[in-house]
């Protein structure tokens, strides 16, 4: 497995974050109207939404399979996201961090080799573990452990369906359409 960087492979992951950055402002946007429904029921939220914020770092992974891919997708878009004015302001990013750190891990336990569903998977799960990791405390510091388990599970799950299974399938798309063949990924 080919370690360095190349150009494309850099504009790949920087167009990925930018995309992605511009989905989360929007997503933002969606999360901060539809809040009110769902706060009878915050874990159902988290399960229906939050992974849609984790698709970056799975998406850079599993297309560049490169050491760094999927936390620089998710830094990037995490960025562009706080950018385009965030309601978390910088904090955008150091969520960004540690879903991206998630992603990251998953890649790097299979040296970056694989790329399958079963990968996708994980790598979506450990960025809602990340997910987890960052919102809790700061966000729900005092939750019952019952209320915080069912928070986890629900960022775990959403982040495993959305982020990590919801790559794969744009990943399947856009080599159906072409655009990953300069890349050859």
């Known amino acids: 497995m080919k370690r360095s ?34 706060a009878a029921v915050l874990p159902l939220q988290y399960l229906l939404f939050a992974g849609t914020w984790v698709i970056a770092g799975p998406l850079a992974g599993l297309i ?19 950018l385009l004015a965030s309601q978390w302001s910088v904090d955008a990013i150091f969520s960004g961090a540690a879903q991206g750190i998630g992603a990251e891990l998953a890649f790097a336990a299979v040296g970056y ?10 790598a979506g799960a450990l960025s809602g573990v990340g997910m987890a990791l960052h919102d809790l405390p700061l966000y729900f510091p005092d939750v019952t452990t019952s209320f915080a388990s069912a928070l986890v599970a629900a960022m775990v ?5 959305i982020g990590g299974f919801g790559a794969l399938l744009l990943r399947a798309a856009l080599r159906r359409s072409g655009a990953l063949d300069l890349i050859g990924s």
């Open 5 to 38: 960087w190349g150009l494309m492979d850099l504009v790949t992951v920087a167009t990925i974050g930018i995309a992605s950055g511009v989905l989360f402002a929007g997503w933002n946007l969606v999360w901060g109207a539809a809040s009110p429904l769902f």
């Open 64 to 82: 560049v399979r490169r050491p760094g891919a999927a936390l620089a997708g998710e830094m990037i878009a995490a960025s562009v996201s706080f």
């Open 113 to 122: 080799r694989v790329a399958g569903w079963r990968v996708a998977l994980v």
């Open 157 to 161: 799950v959403s982040a495993a369906i």
